[in-house]
């Protein structure tokens, strides 16, 4: 028998990113279990969670699809964070509701020093008559399209945020439910409509680079924001570590042990620490949210889910190509864009850079990388190509594990939380970074109906000392942007290198 360590805890949570860290975060606060979070990375938060954009969605993106799901999840969660996290966290969660019109209460964001959310507003660009997707299709069927989004995208975003709904009920929040955001009122008046002179002058230099006159194009100031991945993540560690949760990393999982006859029910893990040492860990309940580990570990618990890996190509410039936060929506993915500024304190010094994407993914499991050039080609219509390559540039791809929906072509952007009757097991997908006070919340639901869970009633504020914050940023990674803007300083121009690293 090879030596093993043998220990016990109440409750092992496999996967150190926002999903693993979030559920570990909201345990510690409203029960007594004993904790213990493995991530197999050397730091928590180095896999999807630190590649993303950092863009909180509140609904906006999701608001024109045919199906309404998505953008409900994002407007739950956003009722989660108000609910469950906001009071606690205090102005680090800088989301509060605030009154609009008399009687009439609204989630916005406030400034904050450590506030996890930007102020900065986030715009929707959407397309109206004669823009470059429909001027060059010349299908009615596509203009038909357009106009039904619009719709879709002016109706919902006004039922849930556009000052038809009161979301302070006493000392709680309530969103709008999905009958209240659906219901067909014909089309209203759009409060949320904007103007912007930067994002006016970026879509004349669009469509002018299609060789057509500048269309018509609606802009609308949404509840997203950009967000610091890295400080949520730090913060909900500390919280965590604060309360007892223990965290190792560097984790290599060999074995898991239980019952093989009838249902599946776990009895301990066997793993390897950073150290090499090997390690049997006791527990109750098990719970594994390892994102793109997730897959084999399904099949050893006969657990059926249809998962697919996307690649999303990505890219960094700095310094920032412009401070305005803008999306643009169509019908035609190959007109996706997304800008995103990002600035953010980190040793001492401010970081503002920007983060461009679009909706374009390739399978993970293909040799080949998420193809770039469209993003490329895209930034070049709006910022103009002088501009964009006289910055530092820097592509990667990020991968993304989803559940695959009944339509493969389609994404499916929701969270997944499941386990097998009888069982002692939960398996999370997290869907998005944003969904994570819906996910926390929801697997402390779960878990209350396999094993007893004893409830305590949860501290006021997160006991964060200047100790228990310097243990958490040395378990979180940066994330993956602001790790190439220490490795590749400003000023620092490497020999034989180019401004772009693509």
């Known amino acids: 028998m090879t030596l093993s360590q043998i220990e016990a805890v109440d409750a092992v949570i496999v996967g150190g ?17 004993r904790l213990r979070v493995l991530e197999q990375a050397p730091r928590l938060g180095l896999g999807a969670s630190g590649k993303l954009e950092g863009w909180f969605h509140t609904g906006g993106l999701y608001s024109g699809q045919d199906d309404g799901q998505t953008f409900m999840n994002c407007v739950n969660s956003l009722e989660d964070l108000l609910n ?7 102005a680090r969660c800088n989301f509060r509701l605030q009154e609009t019109a008399p009687a009439v209460w609204e ?26 997707e429909l001027s060059r299709s010349g299908l009615q069927g596509d203009r038909v399209q357009m106009e039904l989004q619009r719709q879709r995208v002016f109706r919902r975003l006004e039922a849930a945020y556009g000052g038809r709904h009161n979301w302070s009920r006493g000392e709680t929040c309530l969103a709008p439910t999905y009958a209240q955001v659906e219901q067909d009122m014909g089309l209203p008046p759009v409060s949320l409509l904007a103007e912007n002179l930067a994002l006016q002058d970026y879509c004349r230099r669009f469509d002018q680079s299609f060789q057509q006159p500048p269309s018509d194009y609606a802009f609308l100031r949404c509840r997203d924001a950009a967000m610091d991945t890295y ?29 093989r006859y009838g249902p599946v029910r776990l009895k301990s893990l066997v793993y390897r620490g950073a150290g090499g040492a090997r390690k049997h860990l006791k527990a109750q ?5 390892a994102g793109q580990s997730l897959g084999p570990i399904l099949e050893e618990l006969h657990l059926r889910a249809r998962l697919k890996r996307n690649l999303s190509a990505m890219i960094v410039a700095y310094p920032a190509l412009s401070e305005v936060n803008f999306v643009r929506m169509s019908t035609k993915n190959a007109f996706h864009f997304n800008h995103f500024v990002q600035s953010v304190q980190r040793r001492g010094k401010r970081l503002t850079y920007s983060l461009l994407a679009n909706s374009g993914y390739a399978s993970a499991d293909s040799p080949e990388n998420a193809d770039i050039e469209p993003l490329l080609e895209s930034a070049e219509r709006y910022f103009g190509a002088e501009a964009l390559y006289n910055r530092r540039l820097w592509g990667y791809d990020c991968v993304k594990t989803e559940l695959v ?3 493969e072509q389609k994404r499916r952007y929701s969270y997944w939380i499941e386990s097998a009757p009888s069982s002692n097991y939960l398996c999370v997908l997290p869907g998005k970074f944003s969904f994570f006070p819906t996910v926390a919340l929801q697997t402390f639901q779960r878990l209350k109906s396999l094993i007893p869970v004893p409830v305590v009633a949860p501290p006021s504020s997160p006991r964060l000392s200047s100790t228990v914050l310097a243990e958490a940023e040395k378990l979180v990674g940066l994330p993956y942007p602001q790790q190439l803007l220490e490795e590749h300083p400003p000023g620092a121009v490497e020999a034989g290198s180019d401004k772009m690293a693509l």
Not at 112 to 131: E, K, M
């Open 17 to 33: 990113g926002i999903a693993g860290i979030a559920i570990a975060e909201y345990l510690a606060r409203h029960t007594s279990l």
């Open 84 to 90: 469950h996290y906001a009071p606690h966290f205090g």
């Open 107 to 132: 989630p916005q964001i406030f400034s904050s020093a450590d506030g996890w959310f930007n102020p900065n507003p986030v715009y929707l660009i959407h397309p109206q008559s004669h823009c470059p």
């Open 231 to 259: 400080a949520i993540l730090r913060d909900l560690t500390a919280s965590a570590l604060s309360e007892g949760v223990e965290f190792e990393t560097g984790v290599t999982l060999e074995k898991m042990n239980g019952d």
């Open 285 to 289: 309940i098990f719970i594994f949210a």
């Open 405 to 407: 929906s009944d339509d």
